[in-house]
């Protein structure tokens, strides 16, 4: 005879599966070490101030370019 089983429970079983294969692609697709994610960080604010130097200042009395 076959075996007796709940359906709840074989449906719930199922989607832990899932949720935890979903969860060890996660973890390897972004985990990243305190190091990696700390030069991340330094070359974003490199860059945002590079891009920062770079900027126009505009005078508000006048309108015009602050170095012209």
């Known amino acids: 005879m076959a ?5 709840r429970q074989a449906r719930k079983r199922k989607t832990r599966k899932i949720r935890e294969k979903t969860a060890v692609q996660n973890r390897a697709a972004s985990g990243r070490t305190k190091a990696e994610i700390k030069q991340a960080q330094a070359e974003t604010r490199n860059a945002r101030h590079a891009l920062d130097g770079h900027l126009r200042q505009i005078d508000p009395g006048s309108g ?5």
């Open 3 to 7: 075996e007796i089983i709940n359906l």
């Open 64 to 68: 015009k370019d602050a170095g012209s």
